[in-house]
């Protein structure tokens, strides 16, 4: 029983440090996609290991903690996704980094218009 | 074709259901199958959601090895972001490309399209026919090919089998 609690304890404080990192690239990052993408790994990532580790404290909860750990994994990168491609038509810039973009050729040439993808 | 549908929503509703209560004891089971019978009979009497998938063994057995290859790679997009973002110089290479997708299924694309986000460095901003555009943090190949090679083919060979 001990150390099944120690075990959740630790795969639990390795989701908080998931999440703390996930926290620090929002920082770093220099522009919006950039802290989308380390946004969405990270706390997808941490909150899924949170939850897991969940399951090993309260035994009990397995049914409950796994249906979470699905919605938080089909849900988060819906969200973001939404959420960057409508940054992208309102405008917000790319960092002065940005190599490549051939979302914009291509809405140049006018075949291309990021709508609603989800008819 | 809409036994088909109802069926599979019929299956996840149960599974939820069983999930949710914990116990096995017949009155949940039997409230849980007559519910998770109703339900889908009504709603989705005309919904072509899980029309495309494919219900052969084949199948079956490439959504198991999908999702193993799919936690793999979130663990290593973890690994990834993680190494960026402690690096003091802050190694990232951003830039948005194209790719293109062989699948035709929308059910396929969005799973598709949902892979993309949670794996390394990338994460679909914009879907278009059967182009993806992909916002990507280390761009190694700004074109089409290449980038769907690197990007999409190490799904869509699973989804392609699943789907059709």
């Not at chain 1, 990052?29 to 399951?55: C, E, H």
């Not at chain 2, 190494?83 to 490309?97: C, D, E, F």
């Not at chain 2, 090679?149 to 869509?156: A, G, L, T």
Request: hydrophobic share 50%.
């Amino acid at each position: 029983m001990e150390t099944l609690k120690i075990i959740g304890a630790v795969i639990t404080l390795m989701g908080s440090i998931a999440l703390l990192l996930g926290a620090l690239g929002l920082v770093r990052m220099p522009d919006l996609y950039n802290r989308i993408q380390t946004g969405t790994k990270a706390s997808t990532f941490g909150t899924m290991l949170t939850l897991f580790g969940l399951v090993f404290i309260f035994p009990g909860w397995t049914g409950k903690l796994i249906i979470l750990i699905l919605f938080v994994g089909i849900s988060n990168p819906v969200s973001s996704h939404v959420l960057a491609r409508n940054a992208y038509r309102a405008g917000v810039p790319l960092t002065g980094k940005t190599t490549v973009d051939r979302l914009a050729e291509d809405m140049e040439k006018k075949n291309v218009e990021p709508k609603n993808d989800a008819q | 074709m809409n036994i088909k549908n109802i069926g599979i929503s019929f299956l996840i509703l149960f599974g939820f259901w069983l999930l949710l209560n914990g116990t096995f004891s017949t009155p949940v089971i039997v409230t849980g199958l007559i519910v998770s019978l109703i339900i889908p009979m009504w709603f989705c009497a005309r919904c072509d959601v899980f029309a495309d998938m494919r219900l052969t063994p084949k199948a079956f057995f490439y959504t198991f090895i999908y999702l193993f290859v799919f936690g793999f790679e979130l663990v290593k997009s973890n690994l990834d972001v993680t190494r960026r973002v402690i690096s003091p110089k802050l190694p990232i290479n951003p830039g948005i490309v194209k790719v293109k997708t062989k699948l035709k299924s929308k059910m396929a694309r969005l799973i598709l399209a949902n892979s993309i986000t949670l794996t390394p460095g990338t994460f679909t901003l914009a879907i278009e026919k059967k182009y993806l555009y992909v916002h990507w943090i280390d761009v190694q190949d700004k074109d089409v090919e290449a980038a769907t090679k690197d990007i999409v083919q190490k799904f869509e060979k699973y989804l392609e089998v699943i789907y059709g």
